[in-house]
């Protein structure tokens, strides 16, 4: 909603009546949020939020449990679209004139919301200013970025609900994106292939480490799955580490081509975290990683072992890159263990972005001393 623009003028009965999965209306104060479009976003879940349509969720914001950062409060007024009136029961105390006036505007609200007007690419989120943001968002903003300098890491990690375009050219901007699917589609038939090959090399009994020219240790199959979940431990190392070191470094505010790469890279991300094309690595990319990781174990260890660790760390890899889209879109159980891993996501995307840097399990976070400390109130 554009701040020239009067805000729209709504009744309690008509916030009441938004309150399905289809259109979700939360009041803070006398100020309307339609937050349809967060249902599935949101860390506690979508009933939680549905408890609460057509109520004031303001002592919630405040918390207990939680305490809503400033980047969630910046986040909710992108949902904002009008104030609650004075003579919100029934229309009772409204002329007639402006009980019609009101219903005009409700149903104009409804209209817009399901239908953006012309660039609805860029209006989704109305709280930020197209005239007044530090970027164009109209233009794509790979180019953009470099020129924010030592504006850009407070730019970045102020997420926003709306689509990011990064290159201009189509092929580029089509090679950033890809569906989740492809992730499995693309890997796991090479877990099955290289597990069976691996498995049935070793059940031939031939296999043998050579300590000295007169003695060696054999390797039995059943030492495959050690194996392979040594290197699913090891891909959850390489997790961390990445996301950290690479994702998170602070790029030099006098870097144009540093801060580039940093927001191609995970900056995207953070800007925009719910942008579902983006979440998972592009197979073309992965396979760099995916292809160095199994060189590396190549060269280290003997052949079929090699190959065992490797298989364990791409099956580990697929199942992060499932774990993360999911953590961003899922809706799981209150009180399972995927509940309580979205939430710490969520507080690494909105809070905590120098801290909670693992993504499937929250282990290397401890001994790094990077693990997101708990609320006190």
């Not at 031939?206 to 495959?224: A, C, N």
């Amino acid at each position: 909603m554009s701040p020239s623009t009067s805000p729209r003028i709504f009744t309690e009965r008509e916030v009441a009546q938004h309150c399905t999965k289809d259109s979700c209306w939360v009041l803070q104060g006398t100020r309307v949020y339609d937050v349809t479009a967060f249902l599935r976003m949101h860390p506690g879940g979508e009933v939680l939020i549905l408890r609460r349509s057509g109520k004031d969720v303001s002592q919630e914001m405040e918390g207990p449990p939680h305490h809503h950062s400033n980047n969630a409060r910046r986040w909710m007024e992108q949902y904002y679209i009008g104030e609650l009136g004075r003579h919100s029961d029934t229309g009772e105390g409204q002329t007639p004139r402006e009980r019609r006036k009101a219903s005009e505007q409700t149903a104009e609200v409804d209209k817009n919301v399901k239908n953006d007007d012309e660039n609805a690419l860029f209006n989704c989120c109305r709280s930020v200013d197209l005239d007044k943001d530090l970027v164009d968002w109209r233009k794509p903003l790979a180019w953009q970025v470099g020129y924010l300098g030592e504006k850009y890491d407070t730019w970045v990690h102020q997420p926003v609900d709306r689509p990011i375009r990064l290159f201009g050219n189509p092929f580029l901007e089509a090679s950033t994106k890809t569906s989740w699917y492809w992730v499995p589609v693309v890997w796991l038939p090479v877990v099955f292939y290289y597990s069976w090959y691996c498995y049935t090399t070793l059940a031939k009994g031939t296999t043998r480490i050579v300590l000295t020219s007169e003695f060696s240790i054999p390797i039995h199959k059943y030492i495959f799955p050690v194996l392979f979940l040594l290197g699913w431990f090891l891909w959850s190392f390489i997790e961390y580490c990445i996301h950290r070191f690479v994702f998170h470094m602070k790029p030099p505010a006098h870097n144009y081509y540093l801060i580039m790469l940093h927001f191609l890279l995970h900056g995207q991300h953070h800007k925009s975290p719910f942008d579902g094309s983006r979440l998972v690595f592009p197979p073309g990319l992965a396979s760099f990683v995916v292809g160095t990781f199994y060189a590396i174990l190549r060269n280290t260890l003997p052949d079929v072992l090699g190959i065992s660790v490797f298989v364990g760390g791409l099956c580990g890899y697929v199942v992060y890159d499932m774990i993360h889209y999911y953590l961003h879109y899922g809706s799981p159980k209150k009180g399972s263990y995927m509940y309580s891993l979205k939430a710490y996501h969520v507080k690494h995307h909105f809070e905590h972005q120098r801290a909670g840097f693992g993504i499937t399990s929250t282990f290397w976070d401890h001994p790094f001393n990077t693990v997101i400390p708990d609320e006190k109130f």
